[in-house]
């Protein structure tokens, strides 16, 4: 801040304002107060100003400010003091007007750093979509990658969404009808698949010990595959499509450890031959112990007193068995356990929750027919299946793809 004083006379007088005070303007810092001159006019002279170092600014009068010439109109809160023109005889003062509003700098700050800052979050938003999206587009391109999603995507339209229509119309066309043939006969069962380039999952039950699998798919057209690997500890098996054709639909895999009781499902397959037969129920149950024949033999048995040539299962549950005799080699898993409607011929076919995620491989169900002390009028679901969680799939997909445990 620089602040002056002038004594009377110390100037030349006169009417012009441009020239009153020629040195002011040519020097326009000058020299700190001296506390020994005479003291300042009556009337109160403007507060100084905090303006740039070196700068001093000079009010004007109504007329107008010096170095306006003269011809300045109203300077605004100065309009009415004298200048320079008017200090005849006595001391006129001088002083910088009030600060202007320091507001435009900070604002000018605020601005220029609004854009950088929407920027900068926008470009966070932007690489955790951006990585998201990379690795959906990891997991849906190449033949031999499996689309899978740990959270919960939808898979179903948004408009039918939560509905059995919206999840049967998404997912049925990546549920395929399995024909298998061997020694002991031929069966029929169901597959998911999880890759454009024809890879399909099923249970080993399903397969085991096949001579020759056919695989027909949701359009009704058929393809010969082959068996990749099996995994009879778990009850899973990986085939493939021999000249699979090109825009196969693939599943999503979910994730079954968020999966609870209560939890509405969806279950699709080939019960009976009955190929993309829908229906659906609830979670009953989480981490059933079921314990299933590794024996390639039992897989292949056919349905007691029809010729449907759909598999029937034999399975060990609470201390008892159904469907028929385990055998003496057996494995036990974890299931999740379902009232969804399972037949023979649903086995190796999906669960699937209601936004059309994968959580489980349909593996093992109670029939009442099967049972020596029923009738046949009794025959059918009594609402007692298991599946195999998706996250037991996903993670003996690597070992499948070599060959599996049984190899």
């Given at each position: 801040m620089t602040e002056s004083f002038r004594r009377s006379g110390?100037?030349?007088?006169?009417?012009d304002h441009g020239s009153a005070y020629p040195q002011q303007q040519s020097h326009p810092s000058s020299s700190p107060v001296n506390p020994e001159w005479p003291p300042p006019p009556a009337y109160h002279p403007a507060p100084p100003l905090h303006v740039e170092p070196g700068t001093t600014v000079w009010p004007g009068s109504g007329h107008g400010g010096a170095g306006n010439g003269g011809d300045g109109h109203g300077a605004g809160p100065y309009a009415g003091q004298p200048d320079g023109s008017d200090a005849t005889g006595s001391t006129a003062a001088f002083a910088a007007p009030p600060a202007p509003p320091q507001g435009p700098a900070p604002t000018r700050q605020r601005r220029a750093?609004?854009?950088?800052?929407?920027?900068a979050a926008v470009a966070i938003v932007a690489a955790a979509i951006g990585g998201g999206t990379a690795y959906g587009i990891q997991e849906l391109t190449g033949n031999d990658t499996v689309a899978s999603s740990s959270t919960?995507?939808?898979?179903?339209?948004t408009s039918q969404k939560g509905t059995v229509s919206g999840v049967a119309k998404a997912v049925s066309p990546s549920i395929v009808e399995i024909s298998a043939t061997s020694n002991a006969g031929s069966s029929t069962g169901s597959g998911v698949i999880i890759t454009t380039g024809g890879e399909i999952i099923t249970n080993n039950h399903v397969v085991s010990g096949a001579s020759a699998i056919k695989v027909r798919l949701n359009n009704g057209k058929s393809y010969t595959?082959?068996?990749?690997?099996?995994?009879?500890?778990?009850?899973?098996a990986l085939i493939k499509l021999e000249n699979a054709p090109s825009g196969l639909k693939t599943a999503t895999l979910g994730d079954s450890a968020g999966v609870q009781v209560g939890d509405q499902v969806v279950a699709i397959g080939s019960p009976e031959g009955l190929t993309g037969t829908v229906t659906s129920g609830i979670v009953s149950a989480l981490d059933r112990d079921v314990t299933v024949s590794t024996d390639e033999s039992q897989g292949q048995q056919q349905q007691q007193g029809g010729g449907s040539g759909s598999e029937q299962w034999p399975f060990e549950f609470g201390g008892r068995q159904f469907n028929g005799d385990t055998g003496s080699s057996t494995t036990t898993y974890k299931a999740l356990q379902?009232?969804?409607?399972?037949?023979?011929?649903?086995?190796?076919?999906a669960l699937i929750d209601m936004n059309g995620n994968i959580v489980g491989i349909n593996s093992a169900m109670y029939s009442a027919a099967s049972d020596s002390s029923s009738s046949s009028s009794s025959a059918g679901s009594v609402g007692l299946g298991f599946a195999i969680p998706i996250n037991t799939v996903k993670s003996d997909l690597a070992s499948l793809r070599?060959?599996?445990s049984d190899s």
């Amino acid at each position: 801040m620089t602040e002056s004083f002038r004594r009377s006379g110390e100037y030349p007088q006169g009417d012009d304002h441009g020239s009153a005070y020629p040195q002011q303007q040519s020097h326009p810092s000058s020299s700190p107060v001296n506390p020994e001159w005479p003291p300042p006019p009556a009337y109160h002279p403007a507060p100084p100003l905090h303006v740039e170092p070196g700068t001093t600014v000079w009010p004007g009068s109504g007329h107008g400010g010096a170095g306006n010439g003269g011809d300045g109109h109203g300077a605004g809160p100065y309009a009415g003091q004298p200048d320079g023109s008017d200090a005849t005889g006595s001391t006129a003062a001088f002083a910088a007007p009030p600060a202007p509003p320091q507001g435009p700098a900070p604002t000018r700050q605020r601005r220029a750093k609004g854009p950088f800052a929407l920027l900068a979050a926008v470009a966070i938003v932007a690489a955790a979509i951006g990585g998201g999206t990379a690795y959906g587009i990891q997991e849906l391109t190449g033949n031999d990658t499996v689309a899978s999603s740990s959270t919960s995507t939808s898979v179903v339209p948004t408009s039918q969404k939560g509905t059995v229509s919206g999840v049967a119309k998404a997912v049925s066309p990546s549920i395929v009808e399995i024909s298998a043939t061997s020694n002991a006969g031929s069966s029929t069962g169901s597959g998911v698949i999880i890759t454009t380039g024809g890879e399909i999952i099923t249970n080993n039950h399903v397969v085991s010990g096949a001579s020759a699998i056919k695989v027909r798919l949701n359009n009704g057209k058929s393809y010969t595959a082959s068996v990749v690997g099996t995994d009879s500890k778990k009850d899973l098996a990986l085939i493939k499509l021999e000249n699979a054709p090109s825009g196969l639909k693939t599943a999503t895999l979910g994730d079954s450890a968020g999966v609870q009781v209560g939890d509405q499902v969806v279950a699709i397959g080939s019960p009976e031959g009955l190929t993309g037969t829908v229906t659906s129920g609830i979670v009953s149950a989480l981490d059933r112990d079921v314990t299933v024949s590794t024996d390639e033999s039992q897989g292949q048995q056919q349905q007691q007193g029809g010729g449907s040539g759909s598999e029937q299962w034999p399975f060990e549950f609470g201390g008892r068995q159904f469907n028929g005799d385990t055998g003496s080699s057996t494995t036990t898993y974890k299931a999740l356990q379902t009232d969804a409607s399972l037949n023979p011929g649903n086995s190796g076919g999906a669960l699937i929750d209601m936004n059309g995620n994968i959580v489980g491989i349909n593996s093992a169900m109670y029939s009442a027919a099967s049972d020596s002390s029923s009738s046949s009028s009794s025959a059918g679901s009594v609402g007692l299946g298991f599946a195999i969680p998706i996250n037991t799939v996903k993670s003996d997909l690597a070992s499948l793809r070599a060959g599996g445990s049984d190899s």
